[in-house]
């Protein structure tokens, strides 16, 4: 079955720089890749999200790149805030069932004001 | 449109026993899928009902069962409960098993002493 990587397991940054998170996959039939935030005491929220027929994908201070080939796919964030702190996680599954996705062990991300 | 609720919000059992937990689906969506998420981990698929059938499997044993009703609402349910069952419980609706993105509830905290 499918097995996602997730690095690192936990990022530091200040205010205002940028932070990346990086995922492998397993499985190259996997096309849709997610990406959740969670915070504390709530259920995971999609922040973005890329099928594989894209290579990047980007929403206001949020990116998604993804490398069919290497099988990998990144998050990226700019000019964090404190908000931007939580855990977040990336997943992949095929795009006939977005609800069977594997996830990776998460990241927690820390913005220092 | 209301979001995806669950009930209850925690839970504390003692090993042997059994649980049932509830998911209220987003309106307008007929795929529940069931996730575990053990501390510090990601969510692990369980399985997932699609127009109150079954509809794919993860690794979990027979003693976590499903059901999902006509207005869509499901139910887990653990049987013989184990210590290693202590962990969030969160369902996922969508709309249609390949329907992206999955919307999740705020889980159920599961203890078991």
């Known amino acids: 079955g499918e097995n996602v990587e997730q690095h690192p397991s936990t990022l530091s940054v200040q205010e205002g720089d940028s932070a990346v998170i990086k995922c492998t996959y397993s499985?190259?039939?996997?096309?849709?890749f997610p990406w959740y935030k969670q915070e504390l005491g709530k259920g995971p929220q999609l922040i973005i999200d890329?099928?594989?027929?894209?290579g990047e994908k980007k929403d206001q201070r949020i990116a998604v790149t993804l490398n069919k080939t290497a099988k990998h796919f990144s998050l990226h964030i700019t000019e964090t805030q404190p908000e931007d702190s939580a855990v977040y996680f990336c997943?992949?599954?095929?795009?006939?069932?977005?609800?069977?996705?594997?996830f990776g062990d998460g990241t927690t991300l820390t913005v220092k004001p | 449109e209301t979001g995806v609720t669950q009930s209850p919000t925690h839970l504390i059992k003692t090993r042997g026993q059994q649980v049932t937990l509830r998911c209220s689906s987003q309106s307008g969506h007929n795929t529940v899928s069931w996730y575990q998420q053990a501390l510090g981990q990601g969510p692990q698929f369980i399985f997932q009902y699609y127009r109150e059938e079954e509809n794919g499997r993860g690794n979990f044993p027979p003693r976590f069962s499903g059901l999902q009703f006509p207005n869509y609402s499901s139910e887990l349910n653990v049987n013989a409960l184990e210590l290693d069952d202590s962990a969030l419980y969160l369902c996922a609706s969508s709309s249609g098993p390949g329907g992206q993105p999955q919307h999740f509830g705020d889980g159920t905290r599961l203890s078991i002493l």
């Open positions: 890329i099928r594989s027929n894209v």
């Open positions: 499985d190259s039939a996997s096309n849709y």
């Open positions: 997943a992949a599954s095929k795009d006939t069932n977005a609800g069977k996705s594997t």
